[in-house]
């Protein structure tokens, strides 16, 4: 890759438009770019989204700014949330989100990408901005959210009573206790009301029980 476009472009995630900027100079950059890709200069990731192929990267490929980019609205969540906050044993390597738009995975050369759509009212609250050394951020749910949207929409098990809501946490998903008492749960209560399902509701009803606030079944 030349010297002077690698310096142009600032971060190893670029869309079109930025590339288009640094490679002003080419007649076409359009056509500049279909040859980086050939070149193996470029990984394309999607329709207008690219990254820096490992050979030419100045800076580690954030796969989190790219989860946010690559379909959206959208925030990270559900086991790979889980699994950043150290709540699950399992490394998750897939990078799971939630999303407004329909339910999209995405297998890319990177990395794979899925996305659980959600209804709105459950979207407006529960992810906060983190940040990456570059400065840049980029969306995650709460440890709170992420297992709140886990519960309501990943659907492999029925849950009717809290003991069988204590064995999905505990048992299925192997959380830890402890992380489960850090939890805020009034938080959790708020996000669960913005599904009103009764999964949520068990679920919260488990994490009073498990605090010492003794909830009915």
Not at 152 to 167: A, L
């Amino acid at each position: 890759m030349d010297i002077q476009v690698r310096k142009a472009i600032p971060y190893e995630e670029v869309d079109t438009a930025t590339l288009r900027q640094a490679l002003s100079r080419y007649s076409s950059p359009d056509d500049k770019i279909g040859d980086m890709v050939s070149r193996g200069e470029l990984i394309r990731v999607r329709k207008g989204l690219y990254a820096v192929a490992p050979g030419y990267r100045q800076s580690p490929l954030s796969l989190e700014i790219l989860a946010n980019t690559l379909y959206g609205p959208s925030y990270l969540s559900l086991e790979y949330a889980l699994s950043w906050y150290g709540m699950i044993p399992e490394r998750v390597s897939e990078l799971t989100s939630v999303c407004l738009g329909r339910s999209r995975i995405f297998t890319t050369e990177v990395g794979n990408f899925s996305y659980c759509s959600i209804k709105k009212m459950a979207y407006t609250e529960g992810y906060d901005l983190t940040a990456i050394p570059d400065g840049r951020s980029y969306l995650m749910a709460t440890r709170e959210k992420a297992l709140v949207d886990l519960v309501e929409n990943r659907r492999s098990v029925p849950i009717r009573s809290r003991k069988e809501m204590g064995v999905r946490l505990l048992e299925d998903l192997r959380i830890d206790e402890f992380a489960l008492l850090e939890l805020n749960v009034e938080q959790a209560a708020r996000y669960a009301s913005c599904y009103g399902s009764v999964k949520t509701r068990l679920l919260v009803n488990f994490l009073r029980y498990l605090s010492g606030g003794v909830q009915s079944e």
